[in-house]
């Protein structure tokens, strides 16, 4: 089975500074997704990020980049230019690429709660 | 990416009685599933709702306590049975096999649910 390590369970940055967030994952499997979620108060699940894992580009959005080592299994989140918003619980997330649906479960990291300082 | 609703957003139920939580897409999706997510906590696969079949559940969670309906590709509900107050989490309901997004999974706002 797959595991989801997110052993951080806070961090805080200044606005408009960078700041990194862990993940390590185990798996078995050559073929897997790995997301990232942020969670604000309001609760909703927000999609962040998308790392397909036979790609070796790490994936970029805007001002959120992921450092995706596939032989370390590690997975982190890097969050430059943090504002304020950006204040949310954050979850790394695994999904096998398993073409059987039954495999398209996510599996969730126990998230991290990340504070913003004005 | 999906409009997924979820009705009710919140709610506050007695021991023993049940509830039913609806989900409601905006588009056909491959793929729904129910998480349980308790205070403070990460998400917790319930199971996977197969349209025309019956739900695939996790370790831990069984039909009779949380029975689940999908009758068709943008609709399902999952049921809260004879709650207790441990039952008291938000319930997400989430989709994959969208038709611009395939691979990735989108979540509703969640159910509030707590339990007297």
């Known amino acids: 089975a797959q595991t989801v390590t997110q052993s951080q369970p806070e961090m805080s940055v200044q606005e408009a500074e960078t700041v990194t967030l862990s993940c390590t994952y185990d798996t078995s499997e050559s073929d897997y997704y790995l997301f990232w979620y942020k969670q604000p108060p309001s609760r909703q699940m927000i999609l962040v990020i998308r790392?397909?894992?036979?790609?070796?580009q790490n994936a970029t959005e805007n001002r959120f980049s992921v450092n995706f080592q596939k032989a370390a299994k590690s997975f982190s989140l890097k969050i430059s230019d943090s504002q304020l918003g950006d204040a949310a619980m954050y979850f790394c997330?695994?999904?096998?690429?398993?073409?059987?649906?039954?495999?398209?479960?996510?599996?969730f990291g126990k998230g991290i709660t990340l504070s913003v300082r004005p | 990416s999906a409009v997924i609703s979820q009705k009710p957003s919140r709610d506050i139920c007695q021991r023993g009685t049940s509830l039913t939580i609806q989900c409601q897409v905006d588009s056909q999706v491959t793929m729904m599933f129910w998480y349980r997510q308790q205070p403070g906590q990460s998400l917790t696969l319930i199971a996977t709702a197969n349209q025309g079949s019956e739900a695939t559940y996790e370790s831990g969670f069984v039909i009779d306590k949380f029975p689940i309906s999908r009758p068709n590709l943008t609709f399902s509900t999952l049921t809260v049975s004879n709650m207790s107050p441990e039952d008291s989490s938000i319930y997400l309901c989430?989709?994959?096999?969208?038709?611009?997004?395939?691979?990735?999974?989108?979540f509703g706002p969640g159910t509030r649910l707590t339990v007297l």
């Open positions: 790392q397909e894992a036979y790609k070796q």
């Open positions: 997330a695994y999904r096998s690429d398993k073409s059987n649906g039954a495999n398209s479960k996510l599996t």
């Open positions: 989430s989709v994959s096999g969208t038709p611009s997004s395939y691979n990735e999974q989108f």
